[in-house]
């Protein structure tokens, strides 16, 4: 139960940043970038405390699944929200630096907070209560290449 709990209130915290609707009875996502699913130079630390991350929601799963506790880590892409905004605003050339962030997906775009608040909802919904365990990546396709 305490498992339970302290995972909550991680995932409360992400449900409010993305202003999605909280429900006690439904699964309990993890947010982070995509970009940091994948390993890069100098990144050691960062890839081993996502890769922990990933392990940890796989764990929750297996250990709390007879409780009814579902533990999926929801993993967006470059998603247009304030910040990006801003960082793209404040870029020497906005437009270029708005361009080079959607060319670098195979989507070509970013994507919207709506697109991901809909992935969060669909996960969240009673008709995927099998789904658990597992990571729901939303990237417009950077990951895949």
């Known amino acids: 139960m305490l498992m339970a709990r302290a995972t909550s209130l991680m995932t409360l915290r992400a449900l409010r940043f993305w202003n999605v609707p909280i429900c006690p009875t439904h699964p309990l996502p993890y947010f982070w970038a995509t970009y940091k699913m994948t390993s890069s130079r100098l990144a050691m630390q960062k890839s081993m405390s996502k890769a922990g991350m990933l392990m940890l929601t796989r764990s929750i799963a297996v250990?709390?699944?007879?409780?009814?506790?579902?533990?999926?880590?929801?993993c967006p892409g470059?998603?247009?929200?304030?910040?990006?905004?801003?960082?793209?605003?404040?870029?020497?050339?906005?437009?270029?630096?708005?361009?080079?962030?959607?060319?670098?997906?195979?989507?070509?775009?970013?994507?919207?907070?709506?697109?991901?608040?809909?992935?969060?909802?669909?996960?969240?919904?009673?008709?995927?209560?099998?789904?658990?365990?597992?990571?729901?990546?939303?990237?417009?396709?950077?990951t895949a290449t």
């Open 78 to 142: 470059a998603t247009m929200t304030p910040l990006v905004r801003e960082a793209i605003r404040s870029a020497p050339d906005p437009e270029a630096h708005e361009r080079s962030l959607a060319f670098s997906r195979p989507a070509r775009r970013l994507g919207t907070v709506e697109e991901i608040a809909t992935a969060i909802a669909l996960v969240a919904s009673p008709e995927l209560e099998f789904m658990t365990g597992s990571e729901l990546v939303i990237d417009g396709g950077f």
């Open 63 to 74: 250990d709390h699944a007879t409780q009814g506790i579902r533990a999926v880590s929801v």
